[in-house]
């Protein structure tokens, strides 16, 4: 199998702790020997550095690039993924892990680390995954520091010595952290697809598309933003190999057309829940426009849309003006 932490660490050890200036990031050591990668809490930051933290955050095993996203009169950056094994990538490293016991107060681990979590977390399980790696590379999206005390948690957790542990950390309100989110809607849409009951293994291979948003200081705002860019303007390519009934099935299930959510901007579902993820509905974290190809029949499916309105309202606060 291949082990998403070596493969992270490769990318840790070749590209990233050798460049620091021209990242624009801060590498330092804690007492227990753990390495911190800040990419985003108290530094700039780069392009590169979110292009490679996006990489990190799905195993090390995509591709990412940069594109254009027209909206309105502004021509924004967009990301692009292919993955070539979206179960690794969208499932196994990207599906949130559950809380451990005694852990509310922890991060909740996604990213490589998450594969080597003891006792294994239910999406690990699920697809009988396991990753023999000594080193655990940890990617969160966070504003806290990290103390030598989480850094502790995660390496317990992971059955790691602390010294064996990196941690790579960028807030919500940073260009890295906008990057990351814009390259997950083939997460999405994998956690989407088997919340459905869809089997996620006959997914071969996926490609995506979504803008980046205006960067924002305010800390809501900017999580608003970079979820709506997923939301309203996310795109996602699948090559799966079954049905064509199976993916009609679940099509019509997949996305925000069909929570009673739609046409609101993230940020108001967040503050209508408390302002806590856990309590929103599942079903709102997907991805705007779906498209399957099924390799077994080599007929295409489309479901949803991009939707340029919202999108301007999201990131400029008014209405997107008409074309000239």
Not at 23 to 47: C, F, H, P, R, Y
Not at 145 to 155: L, M, R, V, Y
């Amino acid at each position: 199998m291949i082990s998403v932490n070596r493969q992270a660490l490769r990318i840790v050890k070749e590209k990233i702790l050798p460049n620091q200036d021209l990242l624009k990031i801060d590498v330092k050591k804690l007492k227990n020997g753990a390495t911190v990668i800040d990419m985003g809490q108290a530094v700039e930051g780069s392009w590169e550095a979110g292009r490679l933290f996006a990489e990190i955050t799905q195993g090390g095993i995509v591709e990412i690039a940069f594109g254009k996203f027209q909206l309105g009169e502004y021509i924004l950056p967009s990301v692009h993924v292919y993955s070539p094994d979206p179960l690794i990538s969208g499932w196994i490293c990207q599906r949130h892990a559950d809380p451990l016991p005694g852990s509310e107060h922890q991060p909740i681990l996604t990213g490589p680390a998450k594969a080597l979590l003891k006792p294994p977390d239910m999406s690990i399980q699920f697809v009988n995954y396991q990753d023999d790696s000594p080193v655990a590379v940890a990617p969160l999206q966070t504003s806290e520091p990290i103390t030598e005390e989480k850094a502790a948690w995660i390496a317990e957790s992971c059955q790691i010595a602390p010294e064996n542990l990196y941690v790579l950390v960028a807030p919500s309100t940073s260009l890295v952290c906008s990057i990351q989110v814009a390259a997950r809607p083939i997460d999405n849409l994998m956690h989407r697809l088997q919340e459905e009951n869809f089997d996620i293994v006959t997914v071969k291979s996926a490609f995506s598309t979504a803008p980046i948003p205006p960067l924002s200081p305010d800390g809501l705002e900017a999580m608003g933003r970079i979820n709506d860019c997923l939301l309203y303007g996310g795109h996602v390519l699948v090559y799966v190999d079954t049905t064509d009934q199976e993916i009609e099935r679940v099509l019509p299930k997949l996305t925000l057309e069909h929570t009673g959510q739609y046409g609101k901007l993230f940020k108001q579902i967040f503050e209508e829940n408390d302002c806590n993820f856990h309590n929103i509905d599942l079903r709102v974290h997907t991805t705007a426009l779906i498209q399957v190809n099924n390799l077994r029949s080599g007929n295409c499916f489309s479901t949803g849309k991009i939707d340029h309105e919202i999108l301007y309202r999201s990131f400029f606060g008014a209405k997107l003006p008409p074309e000239r």
